[in-house]
């Protein structure tokens, strides 16, 4: 099974900065990675697909990249509604698997 | 608007059953792998379980696989999930969720809590 290991697990930041999180996979699942998005009380919303495409009615401030086992996803401005729980998922492998979470809260 | 409703959740004791249903609108439920996934309160996302379009192909977590039962009937755009044996450690909420390797749309989902 292919462990996803999220960093940080908490990322404290004020609405307008850069957000940058951090998905590493234990073995290279080249770019079959997907980003959700937790709000409290809310199902998770796909928000990257294919490690760098946006699903669709997503803002483009939200980006992601990587391939093989690192990938990043880059929040460019904060908007009050972005802070939430963020998890990876890959789908390289079955059985798939997400990671554990980051959490972006506010500073 | 794609929409899915899951319902079924309630509280049963360790080595009860309940049957939890997902009905769907807003897309050609045939047309897609659907999937259970679930969360422990407070804790990340755990795959139960995906089904394939026609029903021939179908995968569980090894944490569920004897227990649990997916199923799905496309005339009635619905997909089920038949859970036998329940222990303390499947409470959760579950979503039912469209798609298999990459899960786009997700219902709210439907809380399950083993407890005696």
Known sequence: ?107 | QVQLVESGGGLVNPGGSLRLSCTVSGFTFSDYYMSWIRQAPGKGLEWVSFMSRGGNTIYYADSVKGRFTISRDNAKNSLFLQMNSLRVEDTALYYCARGSKIPDFWGQGTLVSVAS
């Open chain 1, 1 to 107: 099974e292919i462990v996803l290991t999220q960093s940080p697990g908490t990322l404290s930041l004020s609405p307008g900065e850069r957000a940058t999180l951090s998905c590493r996979a234990s073995e290279s699942i080249t770019s079959s990675l997907a980003w959700y998005q937790q709000r409290p009380g809310q199902a998770p919303r796909l928000l990257i697909y294919d490690a760098s495409s946006r699903a669709t009615g997503i803002p483009d401030r939200f980006g992601g990249s990587g391939s093989g086992t690192d990938f990043t996803l880059t929040i460019s401005r904060l908007e009050p509604e972005d802070f939430a729980v963020y998890y990876c998922q890959q789908y390289g492998y079955s059985p798939y698997t997400f990671g554990q979470g980051t959490k972006l809260e506010i500073k």
